[in-house]
């Protein structure tokens, strides 16, 4: 089998007991999980032109398998979310790597043992080490904030170090704003560890799909139940009936193809868009992403460098280093963060996080709150930042709670299916006769 496409304008939504709007992680999961645990018919609606969202990879005109929307590797302490997905998919095994190019000199972060060594030279390194291990312990990880709130003048020279060599020019790239605009929680996040661990995750299960990421969406997303419509917009194709005509009034229905829709609808999108914006837009990063190929087997010395007090691009990622691809040549990414101002021609990557954009968020998000049938769930429909791991698992609990509501709400709802199920396989049937004749 292989996924089943549709063009939207085709659709007879009386054939769909629900829709899934996105077919990244969030909508993926949750489209196979409904058409799974209850047998539904579930349509998924998907803007762009290709399933997957920002995990999608490809291979490039050189042959190198590379990752459209920036680097991915997985990694999770959750292992029910490892064994959902290594259902669709093997693995292979990958401890991410990533360098911090200080002046020319490569200090391996989240800033370690071996970074204070290569920056301090290894007797300057030991005191500070020594005092490291009597504040915090050995092998902990502390954050920069932790580092800095400590008295002694040894570990505020290592906190400044830090700050100024890996947290605050990079910082002023990645998020457009100085050190001082960021969030507390950007800063929060920042790991020093008191330890030689190099590896970028710590977590359990780390690595890659062994055929990438989109190969596994493939094998998710094929399932008899369920339909993608590729290039649909769901602010096009939704039709919100709201309460009253106040700017604040709360949807009361949504309609496609003129028909009121009352199943289940995963929505994975970004809020403001569905409602075009109308208390304005919700503040992201945006990213571009510039590639290079090299007729060398590799260019950097590891997955990825970043790029922490020179140029004017974040990162440069690698990607044979991540999928163990064999080649003779190589293909490199450059990353740049930019402002996020033209929904029609960049993508929403990273959240702005700040009081006042939570709150118009909460604005958007009331609008739908009243409506029983929609289920917000991912980082841009609920406007947060989550990891993979963190949006399989939020996707999987959804689906739960919808099966949960649905069945008490609803005790007809299985009969009702196998009704409309009944009716489908019925037309079906008169259109096969029919073509035969």
């Known amino acids: 089998m292989a996924v089943n496409y549709g063009e939207y304008r085709d659709i007879d939504m009386n054939g769909y007991d629900t829709v899934v709007v996105g077919a990244g992680f969030a909508g993926a999961v949750a489209a196979r999980e409904l058409a799974e645990r209850r047998e539904l018919r579930v349509l998924v609606i998907e803007k762009r032109d290709h399933i997957a969202g920002n995990m999608y990879d490809e291979h490039d005109e050189a042959g190198i398998l590379v990752h459209r929307y920036g680097p991915h590797i997985f990694h999770t302490e959750k292992q029910r979310v490892f064994s959902y997905l290594r259902q669709f998919s093997g693995w292979i095994v990958y401890q991410h790597r990533v360098l911090a190019d200080v002046h020319g000199t490569y200090l391996p972060v989240p800033f370690n043992e071996n970074s204070l060594e290569i920056a301090f030279g290894e007797e300057r390194a030991a005191v500070l080490i020594e005092k490291l291990v009597a504040a915090f312990g050995k092998d902990s990880q502390v954050t920069l904030h932790q580092l800095q709130a400590q008295d002694d003048p040894d570990l505020k020279e290592a906190a400044d170090y830090v700050y100024e060599n890996v947290f605050s020019y990079y910082t002023q790239k990645q998020w457009g704003l100085s050190p001082d605009e960021v969030d507390p929680e950007v800063i929060g996040r920042v790991p020093v560890r008191i330890s030689r661990d190099d590896r970028y995750f710590r977590e359990a299960y780390q690595g890659l799909p062994v055929f990438g990421y989109t190969k596994l969406f493939e094998a998710m997303l094929d399932h008899e139940n369920i339909t993608v419509c590729l290039g649909t917009e769901a602010e096009s194709v939704f039709d919100l009936e709201f309460a009253t005509e106040d700017a604040d009034s709360p949807v009361a229905a949504i309609k496609l193809h003129d028909m009121a829709f009352t199943g289940p609808i995963v929505y994975t999108g970004p809020l403001d868009e ?62 740049y963060s930019r402002a996020y101002v033209d929904p029609d021609e960049q993508i929403p990557y990273y959240a702005i996080l700040n009081d006042e954009n939570r709150e118009l968020h909460g604005r958007y998000r009331r609008l739908t709150e009243t409506l029983p049938n929609f289920y917000p769930v991912g980082r841009l429909a609920e406007y947060r930042y989550y990891d993979m791991d963190d949006v399989v698992e939020a996707s999987l609990d959804r689906v739960s709670a919808i099966v949960e509501d649905w069945d008490a709400a609803h005790p007809d709802w299985g009969l009702t299916m196998a009704a409309r199920r009944a009716q489908r396989e019925e037309r079906e049937e008169r259109a096969r006769k029919g073509a035969l004749a």
């Open 274 to 335: 569905l409602f075009l914006s109308r208390f304005g837009r919700l503040p992201y990063r945006s990213l571009d992403f510039v590639y290079e190929t090299y007729d060398e087997e590799r260019k950097l010395p590891c997955g990825t460098v970043n790029y922490t007090v020179s140029e004017d691009y974040t990162r440069i990622t690698e990607f044979k280093y991540l999928t163990h691809q064999q080649a003779p040549n190589t293909t490199i990414m450059k990353e």
